[in-house]
C-alpha cells in the first residue's frame, strides 16, 4: 500500500513514515496542506493521514477539495482532544476515520488494515493469490505449489498492484506514480526492467501466470 502522511509537526511526520516503512508500507510525508493537497490529487496513495491543524490550508479543507475533486482516498484525520466539532465536520465532509493525539502505533497501523479490507483487498493470512500464486506481504515470498522466491522490494510492489488488479490493464503510467512516486525522475525503461525481472522469476517457480504486455496500453497478469 502506498501511504501519504500530511502532518506539519515534521519530528512526527517523520516517524510515522519510518514506522510505516518498517511495516511494509510505502509512505511519504508532506508539511502543509498546499503540498499535501497537491500529492494526494494525484489518486496515487492507498491512504491518507490527516492532520487537521495545518499551515497553509488546513486539514479540513484538503478534505473538502479532494472529495469536491471526486478523489475517494481513504482519510484518516489527526486530531488532538479537544476538538470534537472538527472531528465531525471532517467525518461530514467524508474523511473515514480519526485518531486523537497522542495515540498508539498499533492503533494506526490498525485503523489503516481496517481501511485496506473495506476496499476490498484479496488479503488472507497476510497473503495476496492469483490463479497458482500466492505472495507473502510479510516476507516478500512468492509462491507456486512448492517452489518460493523471495522478490526484491519493487518488484514486489509491482507485482503486488497488478495482483490487486486482476485482469485489468495497468499503464506504465500508473507504475511509475505507484512505485516511484510522481515526482520520480524514473522513465518507463525501469518498469521494463523490473517487469522482465519478474517475468523470470515467475517462469523459476514454475508458475502458469504470466505477465502480458499490451501494446501501447500496459501490463496486465495472464494465466495459460
Request: hydrophobic share 40%.
Amino acid at each position: 500500500m502506498n501511504l501519504l502522511v500530511i502532518e506539519d509537526e515534521v519530528r512526527l511526520a517523520e516517524a510515522l513514515v519510518q514506522i510505516l516503512q518498517k511495516n511494509k508500507y510505502a509512505a511519504l510525508a508532506a508539511y502543509d496542506g498546499i503540498t499535501g493537497l497537491d500529492h494526494a490529487l494525484t489518486g496515487i496513495y492507498d491512504v491518507i493521514i490527516l492532520d487537521i491543524m495545518l499551515p497553509k490550508l488546513n486539514g479540513l479543507e484538503v478534505l473538502k477539495q479532494l472529495r469536491e475533486q471526486k478523489i475517494q482516498t481513504p482519510v484518516i484525520l489527526l486530531t488532538a482532544k479537544d476538538e470534537v466539532s472538527d472531528r465531525v465536520k471532517g467525518l461530514d465532509h467524508g474523511a473515514d476515520d480519526y485518531l486523537t493525539k497522542p495515540f498508539a502505533t498499533d492503533e494506526l497501523l490498525a485503523r489503516i488494515r481496517a481501511l485496506g479490507r473495506r476496499r476490498g483487498e484479496l488479503i488472507c493470512d497476510d497473503t495476496l493469490h492469483f490463479e497458482d500464486i500466492s505472495l507473502n506481504l510479510s516476507t516478500y515470498e512468492l509462491s507456486c505449489g512448492s517452489k518460493t522466491v523471495r522478490l526484491g522490494l519493487k518488484e514486489f510492489r509491482i507485482l503486488e498492484f497488478l495482483i490487486r488488479h486482476g485482469q485489468h490493464i495497468v499503464s506504465k503510467e500508473e507504475l511509475l506514480e505507484k512505485i516511484w512516486g510522481f515526482d520520480s525522475e524514473a522513465e518507463y525503461n525501469h518498469v521494463e526492467v523490473y517487469i522482465s525481472f519478474l517475468r523470470k522469476k515467475l517462469s523459476h517457480i514454475h508458475s502458469k501466470v504470466g505477465i502480458q504486455t499490451v501494446r501501447g496500453v500496459g501490463y496486465r497478469l495472464g494465466g495459460e
